[in-house]
């Protein structure tokens, strides 16, 4: 039995420059820092993980918002990061937004697909699967 080879093409996958990041992160400085407002100071004593800081970063053609998390008592590192949310360059102001899933994994969401800097910031401050913890 022959095995099928895949078939190959063309795909149009649209990158960002260095300008427009550096632009994409400065459009999302204010939303990073109403994020950092939801943080709760650090519980004495602290025994378990808490959301210490709010920040984002490129990687390839993704943005990301992360949270920084100081680990409790028991833990064998001080800290760590977690995944908030993450948008895909899609083309001139246009962006997919996932959600960090449980799983370790990054989940498209369907109803914020192709969708402009003004749904993204409003869908990250909204939606409660984009909550500071």
């Not at 300008?19 to 943080?39: M, R, T, W, Y």
């Not at 960090?100 to 699967?129: C, N, V």
Request: a positive charge.
């Amino acid at each position: 039995m022959d095995k099928k080879k895949p078939q190959m093409g063309w795909v149009y996958s649209p990158t960002a420059t260095k300008a427009q990041k550096n632009a994409i992160s400065k459009q999302f400085e204010p939303l990073v820092e109403s994020l950092k407002k939801h943080i709760q100071p650090l519980p004495e004593p602290q025994e378990y993980n808490h959301c210490i800081d709010v920040f984002s970063k490129w990687r390839g053609n993704f943005f990301y918002i992360m949270q920084k998390y100081k680990t409790g008592k028991n833990s064998y590192t001080d800290y760590f990061d977690t995944g908030l949310a993450r948008l895909e360059f899609y083309g001139e102001d246009r962006f997919n937004l996932s959600y960090f899933r449980h799983t370790g994994k990054w989940e498209p969401l369907f109803m914020y697909q192709d969708i402009s800097f003004e749904e993204a910031q409003q869908a990250i401050l909204k939606d409660p699967m984009f909550s500071v913890f």
